[in-house]
């Protein structure tokens, strides 16, 4: 359990466990040569991916930022990703139950990031924190309903529609807060509407970024996911994202990092973003 304070904030790691995702979609452009040197592949050229989510306990609210990838996958998706539906047991170590949350924060809808937002009972899909009110960008729903051939197979219903019938997934149009110290900026490029999630507390910043930087590997602007839907506006986004990031300071918590979840950066003597220790 990786747990630390920011400000009058605690900050705590939970998994879902890890999944197998293929390398070459993870790494776009990038050539096998170079990224297998920070990804071992497997014998059908997977890479191991982490599921972290992100719990903030205000003082006033207990905040979770994404929720894996759950457990309604069908057989032949788990045999492709060999997931382990892990996070309630995570809840458990951190000593927290669903019930407590306040607010879920989906950076963006797809399965491995909103997966525990509901799970099945008695067939259908109900909430897993049933007190809670989740957050979404209105434009990530939009896209997420046109099903298009690109990318429909990210999208599974039963992990937010439920949620949006019955009031308790609120869309949001752009940056915003959502309580004291937590908001959401958007960063297109994985998705139009990918919102990173902003902490502020005692002077000090946090920002899960999610799949605009979603691990360690991927610290180059250039590094960017095969799943993209905007290429270069994910590589401005990073800089954008650095050029602030960098400079004041802030804690960037990986989405999809196995070994590292969290890390300051620095700028190494050629100007690229490289991790130093927490």
């Keep these: ?21 293929d390398g070459g ?34 003082g006033e609210h207990n905040v979770l930022i994404d929720t894996g990838i759950g457990n309604k996958l069908n057989d032949k998706r788990r045999a492709i990703y060999d997931n382990q539906e ?42 897993t924190f049933p007190r809670a009110t989740y957050y979404v960008q209105e434009g990530e729903l939009q896209h997420a309903h046109e099903q298009h051939e690109r990318d429909r197979v990210s999208y599974m219903t039963d992990n937010y529609d439920p949620l949006v019938a019955s ?14 110290g937590v908001s959401v900026k958007v960063y297109p490029g994985h998705t139009r509407d990918l919102q990173a999630v902003m902490l502020r507390s005692g002077g000090r910043t946090a920002c899960y970024a999610s799949d605009l930087v979603p691990d360690a590997s991927h610290l180059e602007p250039m590094w960017i996911i095969g799943y993209d839907l905007y290429p270069l506006e994910s590589i401005d986004n990073k800089h954008r994202f650095y050029d602030v990031a960098i400079p004041e300071q802030w804690l960037l918590v990986f989405t999809h990092d196995t070994r590292t979840p969290w890390t300051y950066l620095e700028r190494d003597d050629k100007g690229r973003p490289v991790a130093k220790a927490v």
């Excluded at 359990?1 to 995702?21: A, K, P, V």
């Excluded at 993870?26 to 972290?52: C, H, Q, S, Y």
């Excluded at 009031?167 to 004291?180: A, C, H, N, S, Y």
Aim: include cysteine; charge should be negative; charged fraction near 25%.
């Design 1 to 21: 359990m990786h747990r630390m304070t920011l400000g009058d904030f605690e900050l705590s790691i939970l998994s879902d466990g890890t999944y197998m995702n």
């Design 25 to 58: 979609a993870m790494f776009g452009v990038i050539p096998k040569v170079m990224w297998e040197k920070r990804a071992v592949p497997d014998d059908r050229n997977r890479i191991a991916l982490g599921t972290n989510s992100l719990l903030v306990r205000t």
């Design 86 to 127: 892990l996070l309630l047991n995570s809840f458990a170590d951190a000593g927290v139950s669903p019930d407590e949350i306040d607010i879920v924060i989906n950076t963006h809808l797809h399965f491995d990031h909103c997966g525990w937002n509901t799970y099945y009972k008695d067939g259908k899909p109900v909430p």
């Design 167 to 180: 009031g308790q997934m609120k869309l949001l149009r752009g940056d915003g807060e959502i309580v004291p």
